[in-house]
């Protein structure tokens, strides 16, 4: 294999692995939070007892999901998306270097 085979091979590796990162971190940000939901309504409905009306709670802990999610792919995800681009930028030129 020639060195530019070898430095295309080593790039598309690295990119690869950037979006293998990026897709696992979409989906534990999508699916965390109505995981969270799902659980905190239970738990919020338990240590509240049967007083209270289980569609407000419901709402409640759904609106802090949505909340959640609105923070995560505005503030989290590109925080994230800038980082992994640019450990595969710095593992490409180290490649190239090697």
Known sequence: MTET??????????????????????????LGPLIMAYFLQNVVLQWMGTGYDERFVGLLCWFLMIIWWFAMLKVVLPLFSRRIDSW???SCQ?????
Request: no cysteine; hydrophobic share 45%.
């Open 5 to 30: 085979n070898e430095g295309q091979v080593a790039e598309s590796l690295a990119q690869f692995r950037g979006h293998v990162i990026k897709t696992v971190l979409f989906v534990i940000v999508l």
């Open 88 to 90: 595969v930028a710095d």
């Open 94 to 98: 180290r490649d190239g270097q090697d």
